[in-house]
């Protein structure tokens, strides 16, 4: 039985490139905040896989955080994982980068949306019409959804960082209803873990993702698997903004929180 403690399943070390401490100093801080687990997750982008050295990168996170969850062991449970994006970009590679290490954890994601050259933080949300792109965005992730490869969709409204928070645009979610629906069954259906990401919570969105509107439809439609994130980049953020979206969760009656040891997925109750 694990006990009760929070648990951050979705963290980066200096071993992305927009990580800025190692994981042996993640770590203290996650005990000093008392966590009971944590995952390290570094970038893999599949479609800069060999032009921006993802390749070394991915083979020294995982050493390294390796090297930190035996430091930590009966401290912190330290699980390792990969946050690996755009991974139908190359399928036999993925799967090739997830073979290569045993790691208990794995996020899909996207963060270059297909059709475009930029991360979604890039894209000029003014000048396109964001209901059809996050239409797009959805039927994307619902292909992700059926890849084996993953056991998590994290962040699934990220480019909401900007549409709501840069641009400050008005976005009703009824408008893109079906796409929405489709992409949480496939999440259901195929077993994964919908991501709770709680770095919204410290940009200027200023709300979890996906929104609480969706987390709620994902319950109706029966989702059960729910992993909570911050998505740190840096120390002070590890755990930062969990304990607020265990209360909302519970609040919407997920009595649950998930994790994953050798890609297996496991359960605690959500006892906040
Ligand atoms: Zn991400
Ligand atoms: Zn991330």
């Given at each position: 039985m694990y006990k009760q403690r929070m648990m951050d399943m979705h963290i980066h070390s200096d071993n992305s490139p927009d990580g800025i401490h190692s994981p042996m100093y993640m770590c203290e801080q996650a005990v000093d905040k008392g966590l009971r687990a944590i995952a390290f997750t570094d970038h893999c982008e599949i479609d800069k896989f060999f032009s921006h050295k993802y390749n070394s990168m991915v083979f020294h996170s995982y050493f390294e955080c390796l090297k930190a969850k035996t430091s930590f062991a009966g401290e912190l449970l330290v699980l390792l994982g990969i946050e690996i994006a755009?991974?139908?970009?190359?399928k036999a590679l993925s799967e090739r980068i997830i073979n290569n290490h045993n790691y208990d954890i794995i996020l899909g994601s996207i963060h270059t949306p297909k059709g475009f050259n930029c991360d979604v933080k890039e894209i000029p949300y003014n000048e396109i019409n964001v209901y059809d792109f996050m239409k797009d965005y959805f039927r994307e992730l619902t292909e992700l959804a059926?890849?084996?490869?993953?056991d998590v969709l994290a962040h699934?409204?990220?480019p909401m960082r900007r549409i709501?928070?840069?641009?400050n645009l008005e976005f009703d979610y009824s408008k893109i209803s079906k796409e929405t629906d489709e992409l949480l069954k496939a999440i259901i259906e195929n077993n994964k873990s919908l991501e709770i990401n709680s770095s919204g919570l410290r940009q200027?969105?200023?709300?979890?993702?996906?929104d609480e509107s969706i987390i709620r439809r994902y319950k109706e439609l029966g989702g059960k698997n729910i992993t909570i994130g911050s998505?740190?980049?840096?120390?002070?953020?590890?755990?930062?903004?969990v304990y607020e979206c265990m209360r909302l969760i519970k609040k919407l009656g997920f009595e649950k929180i998930n994790f994953y040891t050798g890609r297996e997925i496991l359960e605690i109750n959500n006892n906040i």
């Open positions: 755009q991974p139908l970009f190359d059926y890849w084996d490869g993953c699934i409204t990220c709501q928070g840069k641009y200027l969105m200023a709300r979890p993702m996906p998505d740190a980049h840096c120390a002070q953020d590890v755990g930062a903004g």
